[in-house]
């Protein structure tokens, strides 16, 4: 049993193509910096405290690494997420076809129905501060995201455009389905 004064701790995990932003985004959410050469070779995974409607509560991270070999590895990962921010960066259209990937492995493992919604989910396109190089259309990606009925926002990581957003937003989603 935990302590009764224990802050409620919500998972989310961070899932996406290697290079689109997803150890910048979570390093900035957590020590508002902008880190230009992080190499995990691993997932990795951050703590923080944070107020939610006034009360507090911690926020798990786990930054995946891509490099789950095992697929009982990453559906463990999946497993034990409550919420997923599934990131690809605007200016690469191939880490957009791949989140279709992402969503899939989190509703089957999630025993989710797509057309239930019961996942708190948010599609995210990163690296909005370079978007004169942009290969995905915001009405494109608005537009799955619209089928998957879940919420599209677009990130910098560098700037921190919305970078707060995403995570609040979900723990959110997390806390409305207590
Ligand atoms: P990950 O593999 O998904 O964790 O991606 P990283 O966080 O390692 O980022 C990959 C590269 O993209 C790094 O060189 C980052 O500095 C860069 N990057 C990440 N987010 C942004 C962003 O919002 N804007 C720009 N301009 N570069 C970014």
């Not at 009764?4 to 689109?20: Q, R, T």
């Not at 076809?97 to 089957?108: E, G, H, K, N, V």
Request: hydrophobic share 35%.
């Amino acid at each position: 049993m935990p302590p009764i004064n224990a802050k409620p701790l919500h998972k989310v995990i961070m899932v996406g193509s290697g290079g689109v932003g997803k150890s910048a985004l979570t390093l900035q959410f957590m020590y508002d910096e902008f880190v230009e050469d992080y190499e995990p070779t691993k997932a990795d995974s951050y703590r923080k405290n944070t107020v939610l409607q006034g009360n507090e509560c911690q926020i798990d991270i786990l930054d995946t690494a891509g490099q789950e070999d095992y697929a009982a590895i990453r559906d463990n990962y999946f497993r034990s997420g409550e919420g997923f921010l599934c990131i690809f960066s605007i200016t690469e259209r191939e880490s957009f076809l791949a989140t279709q990937d992402f969503r899939d492995q989190i509703l089957r493992v999630k025993g989710a129905d797509s057309a239930t919604d019961n996942v708190p989910f948010i599609l995210v396109g990163n690296k909005s501060d370079i978007s004169n190089r942009r290969q995905v259309p915001y009405e494109e990606a608005q537009a799955l995201a619209r089928q998957w009925r879940v919420d599209y926002v677009e990130t910098s990581a560098k700037t921190r455009d919305n970078v707060d957003k995403i995570y609040y937003d979900l723990l959110q989603k997390i806390h409305n389905k207590f």
